[in-house]
Every structure is written in structure tokens, then in C-alpha cells.
Nanobody
Framework: QVQLVESGGGLVQPGGSLRLSCAVS????????MGWYRQAPGEQRELVAN??????TNYADSVKGRFSISRVNTKNVDLQMNGLKPEDTAVYYC??????????WGQGTQVTVSS
């Protein structure tokens, strides 16, 4: 069984920064991809950024140049968010996918960008 726990969300003013962290627990050691998605009210969940084994990083166009994803170790992935905008407001979810077909999600952490 795999558990993902996100932390680091909160309220920030436009132009500010936040760092999200995701810790993965469980007997899983090989991930195909680790990443972050977000879902704003009334919108579909969308990919923000991910790291794919052997394929590097991938970012949504809307966050390129502002957000940076990093894999801290085999079971932790962070998302550094700079230059935050009100349209970045959403619940952010950590996600991992394994070669065996496992697709796991965290419970989400709220990010609100408002003055």
C-alpha cells in the first residue's frame, strides 16, 4: 500500500512563493513518474509538473519559468512555486505512477494566491 502526504500549501500574495513537499511511504521503490497536479473549483484536474524516469521533467505551459520540480530522494518530490498568480489558486495533488500500473494520489493541499 502506498501513501502520499503533501505539505506546504497556504495563502500567499501575488508574486509570492511557496514550496510544496510530497512524502511517499510504502513498499514501492521504482516509480515511472512523480509529479504534481492541481484542480481549481469547477475545473478539471491538470498536470502542473512531473519527473519521468529516463525522460526528465515536464511542465504545464502556464507555469514554465515560475515553478520548479525536484526529486529530493527516491520517495520525496518538491514543487517550488515562484511568481505566484491568482490563477494558480487550486488544490495541489501529489501523484506517483509505477511501472506496475499503480497510480496513487495524495489528499491534496490548498494553495490560495490573493491580496
Amino acid at each position: 500500500q502506498v501513501q502520499l502526504v503533501e505539505s506546504g500549501g497556504g495563502l500567499v500574495q501575488p508574486g509570492g512563493s511557496l514550496r510544496l513537499s510530497c512524502a511517499v511511504s510504502g513498499n514501492i521503490f521504482s516509480f515511472y513518474a512523480m509529479g504534481w497536479y492541481r484542480q481549481a473549483p469547477g475545473e478539471q484536474r491538470e498536470l502542473v509538473a512531473n519527473i519521468r524516469t529516463g525522460a526528465g521533467t515536464n511542465y504545464a505551459d502556464s507555469v514554465k519559468g515560475r515553478f520548479s520540480i525536484s526529486r529530493v530522494n527516491t520517495k520525496n518530490v518538491d514543487l517550488q512555486m515562484n511568481g505566484l498568480k491568482p490563477e494558480d489558486t487550486a488544490v495541489y495533488y501529489c501523484n506517483v505512477k509505477t511501472y506496475g500500473g499503480l497510480d496513487s494520489w495524495g489528499q491534496g493541499t490548498q494553495v490560495t494566491v490573493s491580496s
